[in-house]
């Protein structure tokens, strides 16, 4: 019974029934105007997000044996086909892992980045590109033994390749919360190290160059977790000491249900200056960090306030954060409404 005033009622409860009724009504009017008129979205920080739901397996028929599952690492689950997947975990290890030194002294400039399409196809990029002349020492990032030295060919996308070049790989004295780390330099002119050498922060590895699948000399470099494998790459900005008093910041761009968004622009300004942009990670076969959960990084920003702007379906969203020398600082934007259009999921690549 909806109780309309009909006479019998006091005038006392005649009132509230009126004003019961139409206040409701109001508030779903004015609520309605303001999302319409709505174009600057403020994004809630470190949202808890949730890995996508993994499909159940397909009955196994009698007398079929199981795979042994594929080994466990920081941040990952396992798929019941045994094939890794990424799981986002967030504010666990939240800390600052700035444990490398650069791989070439006095240089500043990158020239491609962790998580971009590989230009004219389909590859995603596993490491930085950081820019050098040929021939210019490129040193151990941090002390470490050496596994592979040499130019023989790698695994990429499941098959033999010679993409990397003269390619040197340590693994590292410390570990990641108890999981190897590897780091990889590929495109060298020449290798200086033997597999088997220990060596010291600051050695010598060898010298930049462009051997491999190269358009000119830079370094190319990979920081690995838990495996020496491109499956288990993460983004060397994370982990390359910030240098001449610059910090970081990283992002997430998810939608509701907490998946990234992939191959988005991000941009950021100083007032309305624009200092950069960059682009969400193209796909998920490269990862996030097990502390940030980012999918996207500015870099080697000086000191200050910073805006950084994401524009997705028609949704403007604003996140205002200041940068600290040698901090990362993080942000999170989660859209209002699930994208209409997926990305592709490329393959991985060098």
């Known amino acids: 019974m909806r109780g309309r005033p009909d006479g019998r009622w006091p005038a006392l409860f005649r009132a509230v029934g009126f004003v019961g009724l139409v206040l409701p009504l109001l508030f779903v009017v004015a609520g309605c105007a303001d999302l319409a008129g709505a174009s600057v979205i403020t994004p809630v920080p470190f949202p808890t997000l949730q890995p996508s739901p993994t499909p159940l397996p397909p009955p196994t028929p009698a007398g079929t044996s199981l795979p042994s599952p594929a080994p466990q690492r920081p941040g990952f689950i396992v798929t019941p086909t045994g094939e890794p997947r990424p799981a986002i975990v967030i504010n666990q290890i939240l800390k600052e892992h700035y444990w490398l030194e650069w791989p070439v002294p006095g240089q500043v400039l990158h020239i491609y980045p962790y998580g971009a399409p590989w230009p004219g196809g389909s590859w995603v990029h596993r490491g930085v590109d950081i820019s050098a002349s040929e021939g210019d020492p490129v040193q151990a990032v941090a002390s470490g033994v050496v596994i592979e030295a040499g130019n023989q060919l790698v695994e990429i996308n499941g098959r033999p390749s010679g993409a990397y070049g003269n390619h040197v790989m340590l693994r590292l004295d410390r570990t990641f919360e108890g999981w190897p780390v590897y780091i990889l330099y590929a495109h060298l002119s020449q290798v200086l190290v033997r597999e088997g050498q220990h060596v010291q922060t600051g050695e010598r590895i060898g010298l930049a160059g462009m051997t491999g699948n190269a358009t000119g000399p830079h370094v190319h470099l990979e920081v690995r977790i838990g495996q020496n494998s491109e499956a288990y790459t993460r983004n060397p900005v994370l982990w390359l000491k910030p240098r001449q008093g610059t910090g970081t910041l ?43 959960g980012e999918n996207f990084v500015f870099w080697e920003l000086k000191p200050g306030k910073y805006t950084v702007k994401a524009e997705v379906g028609g949704e403007t969203h604003l996140w205002t954060a200041s940068v600290e020398a040698g901090r990362t600082t993080l942000v999170t934007f989660t859209t209002l409404r699930v994208p209409s259009a997926a990305t592709p999921t490329a393959s991985p690549g060098p």
Do not use: C, F, K, N
Not at 264 to 273: E, M, S
Not at 274 to 282: A, D, F, G
């Open 250 to 292: 990283a992002g997430r761009l998810v939608d509701p249900l907490g998946r990234y968004i992939h191959r988005h622009p991000i941009r950021i300004y100083q007032g309305d200056r624009l200092v950069e942009e960059t682009w969400t990670y193209t796909s998920s076969v490269v990862h996030p960090d097990e502390g940030w």
